[in-house]
């Protein structure tokens, strides 16, 4: 009896935690949508400059977001770009190479690198750029570069523990195939259990993307400001638009400047969703077109 | 049995996690016949067939001792010795699992992949090596006007096949097959069954099976594996 009581509570409470989670991503997007669509348009991105000329860098936008759409996009980019390679390489050589013991150790600095506030990686970024600002060249200060290199650190963890997970979670079945037919160990990482894994991957790199759009101590302490224009080189300043929703929000001075903070919220979304759209592009491209193998077979 | 051996297993310990599975067993298997190995589960017997092509090797904590020489081109060779590398042994000693495991990816490129480790490209030649693979499994009638298509769009039985004809294609000596008609019904198995028995002319074969009208059918040997050791059936 008392067993069903319980059951039913499991129940009652796991529908109730589903409704919370649902509820609460509909009132937020809701929320942003109907503070946002208002000051969306074309004044929101390019103020008074044509977008021709905007985009084709004929004119600078002042008054705009596109250059911190444009900033975002480089940072996110850029960083994610460089975490990619070493990630999923540290992710292959943690599934593949590495002992028990070594699983341990490394895991151990992963999951601590996960766990480090991104304010305190921002700061790193910042004494790294200060260092050297102070023994190498005068010129250097905090750029796109710094900030690129220390998002990177921020996401790195996931695209290696992702890798990992997905490497590891393909069964003996899969593993043995190609090597049962004389692949070496690397070909069969390449030819079949990277291939395999591409799924599980994308999800730690759609995470860094999401990760590295959002956040703002990092750029903050390494080279983002508020108005730099379209970033032009790693060694320079640039602009981002979780930056200026935080600026915005701290120090608008009338109703429409708040607006135009949802505004951007609403960009930065879109923003996401394209490169996640892109992801997935990319994963349905590399697992091809063959299906999943069927779990039970007849002749 | 006249045939010479193939394949020698000397003194052989096997065990995992500080368990013996296997202790000093030595055994000896005869050139183009079927030897059936049986026994109940958990004793090892898929775990003896990878001792032959070294596939218990990405195991952790497993362990082995004593020796395995086969019979290549009139030389013995130690499998676990210098001269044979890991890939150039599997592809002499040529494996099928226990439920058909296809890359995803067509059937023809599922036939070309243990060429492509080779680095053999050159299409005639290995269209020419597909089609003889295809035939001799039995296999060419059904899918010569679908080799492009998913490998997984073909039936379990026709799977199977098609893992016994990609492990064919690399023209083994030995082929080594772990209940390879376990996930199959009946008709799918009885042409597997056919299919072994012709084999026999090309490879020496070793065949782990739970049924006896099974063995009884196709085995020219039976050993079943009891406790860390072989009894002749």
Redesign the interface.
């Known amino acids: 009896m008392n067993i069903r009581i319980l059951g039913g509570c499991l129940r009652v409470f796991s529908w109730g935690a589903v409704l919370v989670l649902t509820g609460s991503v509909l009132m937020l997007l809701g929320y942003l949508l109907v503070k946002g669509v208002p000051s969306l348009g074309r004044d929101l991105i390019f103020g008074q400059v044509d977008v021709l000329d905007a985009v084709l860098l004929k004119k600078r936008v002042f008054d705009g977001l596109f250059p911190a759409i444009a900033g975002t996009l480089s940072v996110v980019v850029l960083s994610v770009g460089l975490a990619i390679p070493v990630g999923v390489c540290a992710g292959i050589y943690m599934s593949e190479f590495a002992?028990?013991f070594q699983q341990r150790v490394f895991g151990l600095m992963f999951d601590i690198l996960a766990g480090i506030p991104s304010i305190v990686i921002g700061l790193f970024g910042f004494s790294g750029a200060i260092f050297i600002h102070k023994y190498i060249s005068k010129d250097f200060r905090p750029c796109l570069a710094v900030s690129v290199v220390a998002l990177a650190f921020l996401v790195l963890p996931y695209i290696t523990r992702t890798t990992q997970a997905a490497l590891q979670g393909l069964g003996d079945?899969?593993?043995?195939?190609?090597?049962?037919?004389?692949?070496?160990r690397v070909?069969n990482i390449f030819?079949?259990l990277l291939?395999?894994s591409v799924s599980g991957i994308l999800s730690g790199i759609i995470l860094a993307i999401g990760r590295c759009a959002e956040d703002t101590a990092v750029i903050m302490l390494t080279g983002v400001v508020a108005t730099a224009g379209i970033p032009g080189s790693l060694l320079g300043s640039y602009e981002a638009l979780p930056f200026y929703i935080y600026y915005i929000s701290s120090q608008y001075t009338d109703a429409a400047e708040l607006m135009s903070g949802y505004g951007a919220a609403i960009i930065l979304l879109g923003v996401c969703a394209v490169l996640f759209f892109l992801a997935f592009l990319i994963k349905r491209h590399v697992?091809?077109?063959?299906?999943?193998?069927?779990g039970?077979?007849?002749? | 049995m006249d045939n010479p051996v193939k394949i020698r297993v000397e003194n052989l310990t096997f065990s995992y996690h500080q368990t013996p599975v296997f202790e000093h067993i030595n055994l000896d298997f005869n050139a183009h016949a079927i030897t059936a190995i049986t026994g109940p589960s958990g004793r090892g017997k898929s775990t003896f067939l990878s001792l032959l092509n070294r596939l218990w090797e990405s195991q952790p904590f497993a362990k082995m001792e004593g020796k395995v020489w086969i019979l290549l081109d009139g030389q013995w060779v130690d499998i676990y010795g210098k001269t044979l590398s890991k890939p150039d042994l599997r592809r002499k000693v040529g494996m099928v699992f226990q439920t058909p495991n296809p890359l995803p990816m067509s059937i023809y490129k599922n036939m070309a992949f243990p060429l492509k480790l080779t680095g053999m490209t050159e299409k005639a030649l290995v269209d020419a090596k597909i089609t003889a693979a295809l035939r001799q499994a039995f296999l060419w009638d059904e899918v010569k006007d679908r080799l492009h298509d998913s490998a997984f769009g073909l039936s379990g039985g026709q799977q199977q096949r098609l893992c016994i004809a990609r492990a064919l294609v690399s023209q083994p000596e030995i082929l080594l097959l772990d209940e390879p008609t376990s996930s199959l019904d009946a008709g799918a198995a009885s042409v597997i069954e056919d299919l072994l028995v012709r084999l026999k002319e090309r490879c020496t074969l070793i065949v782990v099976s739970h049924y006896l009208d099974q063995v009884s059918r196709i085995a020219d040997t039976a050993l079943k594996l009891e406790a860390r050791g072989f009894l002749p059936v």
């Open positions: 002992t028990v079945q899969t593993r043995q195939a190609a090597l049962a037919l004389g692949a070496t070909q030819y079949v291939p395999r697992a091809g077109p063959a299906g999943p193998a069927r039970r077979f007849h002749g």
